[in-house]
């Protein structure tokens, strides 16, 4: 039997060159995607960004080596990658459930038993108990002349590619949240350091006003006007505390942590990593192919034409070559012996035919699907262009914001000065000085929340790249 059965499973699997259903075909991507971005090439970017291509790993631009440990511990331990992980994993078994089917399906099963048989089917004589022993082998092997089967392992290796590709989006997401969990504790460390700077000079301004104020030279409305502003600047201090907890528990958690776990050199940073060198972002060709959202968007839709295919096999006969032999002994005779072994070989043909609505049904359904995976994928290179573009105008600008603010605290620090030398010749009453510490405290404050926007703008912008989501 075996030697019969074999010929007949190679000549079917000659058969099954073709596949219905339609090939997977790349969609086509506008041809102004792949050129140079739009903010690139504005004034506002042009020294804060090259068109070198993206580095994967970009966060070791900052040159931070502590940066450097927190995102890979992020990537070994955070709990939103290993339930990815767990995702793709899954997708890599069903992978291997479909291509289970290209092989022949085999049942093993005995069954002994023991029983008594009634006086009317047992011949005279004969002893009414016995053992009864049941052994066989089935073989089943569908012949895929339709492309049933290839269509399935298409359509699960499109699965498998779109849950790696996904893996990969939830690894850029975890490093970019990382990077500027790090980047939001350091910065508010920062303004925390500017705010107590701001109240200690206030401070210096109270102890001179009151030494005025005992030798007759100042007015106790004075004194109390720079109380105020110093009490004001004062309050601000604890929701900075507050922002920079909260950084570094957000910190601890992306990497895997308890907040009571993050090292003790981590909570006592205090300098915000910046750049040396222009941000390099490539072009939009590069950018659509190592975004991972964009390639799990183009795997769906390779998976769901795939299913197309296994829809439309369904409309033509499924064949099944099957084969079985066993043997049935009673009485715990020769069960390998020639009279109780049989064997069995032969076709199997089913057909959903002539009534064939619901197969057309679920074709119409998955051409369905498939075209709404081609609009998600049209959306999704759309979507990359436009956050990579808003990325790169609002690094840009605040930027230019920082450079223009830097300016401003400046001069409101030599006016500052001037008032107070001014003050002590008496060229002056103690309201344009305590405006002009006003101003200065303002200007510091909104520089130090610039260079934080500054910070976080870097960051969306690498994330917008869709760099970081090796490993390595």
């Known amino acids: 039997m075996i030697k019969t059965l074999l010929p007949l499973l190679l000549g079917a699997s000659a058969l099954t060159a073709c596949a219905a259903g339609p090939d997977y075909k790349a969609p086509a991507t506008p041809t102004a995607a792949a050129g140079a971005f739009i903010g690139a090439a504005s004034p506002a970017a042009s020294t804060a960004v090259s068109t070198a291509q993206a580095d994967e790993h970009w966060w070791r631009l900052y040159s931070d080596p502590m940066l450097d440990g927190l995102v890979q511990d992020a990537l070994k331990a955070n709990s939103d990658i290993r339930v990815a992980v767990a995702r793709l994993e899954k997708a890599r078994a069903q992978l291997r459930g479909a291509r289970s089917d290209r092989l022949p399906q085999t049942t093993l099963s005995g069954s002994p038993s023991y029983g008594r048989a009634s006086a009317a089917q047992t011949l005279p004589g004969a002893d009414r108990e016995n053992w009864t022993v049941d052994a066989g082998l089935n073989v089943a092997y569908e012949v895929d002349l339709f492309g049933r089967v290839k269509r399935s392992i298409e359509a699960a290796k499109g699965d498998v590619n779109a849950a790696a590709a996904d893996a990969d989006a939830v690894r850029v997401a975890v490093v970019a949240d990382t990077v500027r969990a790090y980047v939001d504790a350091t910065s508010s460390a920062e303004r ?241 000085v305590l405006d002009a510490q006003r101003t200065l405290a303002a200007a510091e404050s909104d520089l130090a929340t610039a260079n934080r926007a500054v910070a976080f703008a870097q960051v969306d912008l690498f994330r917008a790249l869709g760099g970081g989501w090796t490993s390595s």
Do not use: C, M
């Not at 069960?335 to 609505?357: K, S, V, Y």
């Open 192 to 432: 925390i350091a500017v705010a107590r700077q701001t109240v200690a000079l206030l401070d210096n301004s109270i102890r001179i006003t009151n030494a005025r104020f005992e030798v007759g030279r100042s007015d106790r409305l004075d004194v109390i006007r720079v109380t105020a502003l110093r009490d004001q600047q004062a309050a601000i201090i604890p929701s900075l505390i507050a922002d920079r907890d909260s950084a570094l528990f957000r910190l601890a958690t992306l990497t895997g942590r308890t907040p009571q776990e993050l090292p003790a050199p981590v909570q006592d940073q205090k300098t915000t990593p910046g750049l040396s060198q222009p941000i390099p972002v490539g072009d939009g060709r590069a950018l659509l192919a190592r975004r991972p959202d964009v390639r799990a968007a183009e795997q769906r839709l390779a998976a769901d034409t795939a299913r197309i295919g296994v829809a439309t096999a369904d409309l033509y006969p499924r064949i099944t070559l099957g084969g079985s032999i066993g043997t049935t002994a009673v009485g715990g005779g020769d069960i390998f012996g020639g009279g109780p072994f049989r064997w069995l070989l032969g076709p199997l043909i089913n057909w959903a035919f002539p009534n064939q609505e619901a197969n057309r049904a679920r074709i119409a359904a998955a051409r369905a699907d498939a075209d709404g995976s081609l609009a998600a994928f049209d959306g999704t290179v759309l979507q990359a262009l436009e956050e990579t573009e808003t990325a790169l105008s609002v690094y840009a600008h605040a930027l230019e914001r920082r450079d223009t603010l830097k300016a401003a605290r400046e001069a409101a620090g030599r006016a500052a000065r001037i008032s107070l030398a001014r003050q002590r010749e008496g060229q002056i009453d103690f309201l344009t």
